[in-house]
Nanobody, 124 residues
Framework: QVQLVESGGGEVQAGGSLRLSCIASGRTVSGVAMGWFRQTPGKEREFVASINWSGSTPHYADSVKGRFTISRDNAKNTLYLQMNSLMPEDTALYYC?????????????????WGQGTQVTVAS
């Protein structure tokens, strides 16, 4: 079992930045892919970014490409999401997730473990 706990959310003005963190516990996640997803009320959870086990292959949703950066520190069992140039449409509950496979994917259904989420609110 893997427990994931996100932190770093908050309220920021448009154009600002936030850095989300996700700490894993229970067992190491150094060999598995991880990702960030987000959800707003009434909508499906959507892919934001994913990264393979080594951190060498990040993938991004088109809506965040060039503004968000996903990274990981396997020694600390931690996943990060640096979010710059934030826009009001980035407002959502952000979730961290991990797979039981080394390869990253944008498919929500292929992630086994999920955190509780951290709220990001971007004011215009």
């Amino acid at each position: 079992q893997v427990q994931l706990v996100e932190s770093g959310g908050g309220e920021v003005q448009a154009g600002g930045s936030l850095r989300l963190s996700c700490i894993a516990s229970g067992r190491t996640v150094s060999g598995v892919a991880m990702g960030w997803f987000r959800q707003t009320p009434g909508k499906e959870r959507e892919f934001v970014a994913s990264i393979n086990w080594s951190g060498s292959t990040p993938h991004y949703a088109d809506s965040v490409k060039g503004r968000f950066t996903i990274s990981r520190d396997n020694a600390k069992n931690t996943l990060y999401l640096q979010m710059n140039s934030l826009m009001p449409e980035d407002t959502a509950l952000y979730y961290c997730a991990s797979r039981e496979d080394a390869l990253a994917t944008p498919l929500t259904s292929l992630y086994k473990y999920w955190g509780q989420g951290t709220q990001v609110t971007v004011a215009s």
